[in-house]
Structure formats: C-alpha cells, structure tokens
C-alpha cells in the first residue's frame, strides 16, 4: 500500500517518518514554510532515542496524475482544517477509473469526534484513528515525538462501527514502524473517550503553567454529563489507563520535556486558529441540544478564539477573567 499522510504536522509527521523507515511508500502533504523546509532538507523527526530526517516525497496537494489505487489517505490535519482537505481530495482521481472519495479508504488520524461524519459527505471508505501520541510540531522540517517505549498508540476500525481487511492491513504496517495500533470494532467509543482527555487542552493553552485542578475536573465532569444525556458511550479512565499502560508514557528530547497540547502549539504558532471548537466546542454542542448546561467549555472555547483571532501567545489569558467567562456562562 502507498500511503498519502495529508497533513505533516505533530501527528502527520511522526506518522509519515516512521512508515518511511519502515519501508512503506509515503508521500507527505504540507503546506508554507513547512513543504518547503521538506523539499528542501526533509523531514526530521526527533524522539527520546534518536534523530533521523526522511527524504521523500512531499507535495502540498492533488496533482493532475491519478492515485494508486492501492493509496491509502491518513487525515492528519486540524479538525478546523478538515473540510478544506477533504474538499482538495475528495475528487483526485485514481487509476481504473473514479475518485479518492468513491474508492480509496480514508483514515482520520485526528483530534476530535466530527472528523468522521463530516468525511462521510466526500468518502466512502471512512477509517476513524484514535491518537494516543504525544507530539509537537513548531518550527518548519522539524517534529518531534515524546513518546516512550512506543512513539503512540493508534487505534483503528471503520465509521461508524466495526473493522475490516484494510484495518488490518493498515495496523500491521503502523506495528511495523513502531507503534501500538490496536483494530477496534468500536473505535469511536474510544475516540469519544479521547476527547474527554483532550478538554484540557484548552485550559492548558490559554494558563501555562500550574493548572487549577477543580477547572480540568470541571470541564471533564460537563463533558462526561454531556456524553450520559447523548447515550453516547466511552470507555472509564481506568480502562483507558489499563490500555495505555506505562507503553506510551513521554520523556523528555534533548533534554527538553513536550511543551504543550496540539492548542497550544497553534497559538504558539500564532496560526490564528485551533482545535477548540472541535474539542470544548463539541461538549458545548452536545450539551446545547441535550439541556446539559457547559460553563466550563463555553469559557474555555470563548476564552481560546479569543487568543487565536488576536494571535496573542499562549499561556498568557488572566485566570480570573477566565473564571468570570465561567460563572458568566452559568
């Protein structure tokens, strides 16, 4: 199989670098400042135990020629990004005849739960990626991987339920570069369990530093309400910790431990958008339709597009404005 990881970011990249070394045909999909550090010089990737740069590939959309039709499409880009990539490759044609849309499978190796069925408009084949791997793409031809033992855990099935030969496929070459890629019949389950984690993410980005405890707890609660009321299930914390184990903890490259979350890196990138709409902003949807009052999300979305339309740096929202946006929102 050829693999065509659109979007060569944190997750993309460490993705797309590892299938490289393992043989697997990659092509790497980017755009600015960062395809042109890949042309150029490639694409490093550093962890915990080493450096290497791949040298391959790497374009920064569909050309005119027709995909394989063995191409598999991993969708690693921002879930804010998503429509636009789905929209520049959905019609990409591919040898013997049709679209990428029609015939090629689709895996959303991304953040996030409204990945899936907003893919489903353009593809038929859509392959959810649950993404347990911790990393950080901040400077162009650079990304680095926290990850330790294993640089992540992957899981992986079909939307909206069950798995099938692709999966495996795809699983065994993601085991060949390294990481854990378990195949799940209920994937989603484990992706809305995911985006519980993923709340934080928020409150990290907009804080810095030490956190308050009782606002994670708050807006993990609401979404843990939120998901009750939709009937929507999700896997318990401690069967989330028994499947990670200690195989994806993270240490610390060249001596420096993971900055932050994927929200944060966009605001320290100043990319003038992030994921929060997609992560709180979920649990706020969720709870808009269901009656499950959300101050802590609310404020917390509110809060991060405030600092993404102003580009204003991360970790430097006043926490007691913050806790205003919150009681505010009650």
Excluded at 300 to 311: G, I, N, P, T
Aim: aromatic share 4%.
């Amino acid at each position: 199989m050829r693999y065509v990881i659109i979007g060569a970011g944190a997750v993309g990249g460490t993705i797309g670098v590892l299938l490289g070394e393992a043989g697997r045909d990659v092509t790497l999909v980017a755009r600015g400042a960062h395809l042109d550090a890949i042309r150029r010089r490639g694409l490093t990737l550093r962890t915990p135990d080493r450096s290497v740069t791949w040298r391959g590939p790497a374009t920064g959309g569909p050309g005119p020629e027709p995909l394989p039709a063995d191409t598999v499409l991993v969708l690693t880009v921002k879930s804010q990004h998503t429509w636009a990539a789905l929209d520049a490759w959905a019609d990409a044609p591919v040898v013997g005849g049709g679209t990428a849309g029609q015939r090629l499978p689709l895996f959303t190796a991304q953040n996030g739960v409204a990945n899936e069925p907003t893919a489903l408009r353009l593809f038929a084949h859509v392959h959810p990626v649950c993404v347990w791997l911790p990393a950080t793409h901040l400077d162009p031809g650079v990304v680095i991987a926290s990850g330790h033992p294993y640089p992540g855990m992957l899981h992986v099935g079909r939307y909206p339920a069950g798995a099938d030969e692709i999966d495996t496929a795809v699983a065994a070459d993601l085991t060949a570069a390294g990481f854990l890629a378990p195949v799940r019949d209920d994937v989603m389950r484990w992706k809305y369990g995911k985006l519980l984690n993923n709340l934080g993410n928020g409150v990290q980005a907009l804080l810095g530093g030490d956190l308050p405890g009782w606002l994670l707890d708050r807006v993990r609660a609401e979404g843990v309400a939120v998901l009750a009321a939709a009937g929507i299930a999700h896997p318990a914390e401690d069967e989330e910790r028994a499947e990670r184990g200690d195989r994806v903890g993270t240490r610390p490259v060249d001596g420096q431990p993971r900055s932050g979350s994927s929200t944060w890196q966009s605001l320290t990138r100043a990319a003038g958008s992030t994921e929060a709409d997609h992560l709180n902003g979920e649990i706020v949807l969720l709870g808009r339709r269901h009656g499950v009052p959300t101050p802590a999300n609310t404020a917390v979305q509110v809060a991060v597009r405030r600092l993404a339309q102003e580009r204003l740096p991360a970790g430097t929202f006043p926490l007691a404005e913050l806790i205003d946006l919150v009681e505010r929102a009650e």
